[in-house]
């Protein structure tokens, strides 16, 4: 039997993509799909994938800033460095920008 892929944008704004088997391969689309061409859907799917990995970076630099911002804070009320790296489970690896950027 013949296998082929359908693409799909849903009615939420999301995107599918059916195997489908045989003539019908008894797929029935959600209400509101509208079939889209495999161009549409990688360049959607690369759109996703670019938002995702900006966010998730986003989301790395908060969390860098803000170990940043707390290792001043304990180094400040008189906590060693090292001692206050441990505590916050900053590895050695760790790249932090400096204090005071997220405020």
């Known amino acids: 039997m013949e296998t ?3 693409y799909y944008r849903l009615a939420s704004g999301a995107i599918e993509s059916v195997e489908i088997t045989g003539e019908s391969g008894g797929h029935v689309p959600a209400d509101g799909a509208v079939e889209i061409s495999e ?3 990688d360049q959607e ?3 996703i994938r ?7 970076q986003q989301e790395r630099a908060e969390e860098l800033q803000r170990l940043a911002d707390d ?4 180094v400040a009320a ?3 460095g090292a001692t206050a790296r441990r505590m916050l489970g ?3 690896d760790m790249e932090l920008p400096p204090p005071g ?3």
């Open 50 to 56: 670019a938002d995702r990995e900006a966010r998730e």
């Open 4 to 6: 082929t892929l359908k």
């Open 101 to 103: 950027g997220g405020q």
């Open 78 to 80: 008189g906590i060693p």
């Open 71 to 74: 290792l001043a804070a304990l």
């Open 90 to 92: 900053i590895t050695p």
């Open 39 to 41: 161009a549409e859907y």
């Open 45 to 47: 799917l690369a759109q």
